[in-house]
Nanobody, 120 residues
Framework: VQLVESGGGLVQPGGSLRLSCTAS????????MGWYRQAPGKQRELVVT???????NSEDSVKGRFTISRDNAKNTVYLQMNSLKPEDTAVYYC???????????????WGQGTQVTVSS
């Protein structure tokens, strides 16, 4: 199983970016998908997650600015980031709970990360 992210880059404060992450490989079912981020010198932190049923959980600082969505048919999760701030600068990692074989437990997978830099 692989998670491949795309969409990071450099944006000015107040701008927008859209991240995508697609899971591929031997996949029976994906439960929760989400995004985490890690800024230099800081621990990795939750940004926002979404369950297979569409329930979301987000960190307070991104509420009202970031929107998560998913396309279950494509095993893809998206993160629309608006009104970006310099403090949003970090490496953003995709995360997914995936069942690879019927009847087995879910395992956690991570993407390789994509850099988001908010700067003028």
């Amino acid at each position: 199983v692989q998670l491949v992210e795309s969409g990071g880059g450099l944006v000015q404060p107040g701008g927008s970016l859209r991240l995508s992450c697609t899971a591929s490989g031997s996949i029976i079912r994906i439960e929760r998908m989400g995004w985490y981020r890690q800024a230099p010198g800081k621990q990795r932190e939750l940004v926002v997650t979404i369950s297979s049923g569409g329930m979301t959980n987000s960190e307070d600082s991104v509420k009202g600015r970031f929107t998560i969505s998913r396309d279950n048919a494509k095993n893809t999760v998206y993160l629309q980031m608006n009104s970006l701030k310099p403090e949003d600068t970090a490496v953003y990692y995709c995360n997914a709970e995936i069942m690879r074989d019927a009847g087995q437990l879910y395992s956690i997978y991570w993407g390789q990360g994509t850099q988001v830099t908010v700067s003028s």
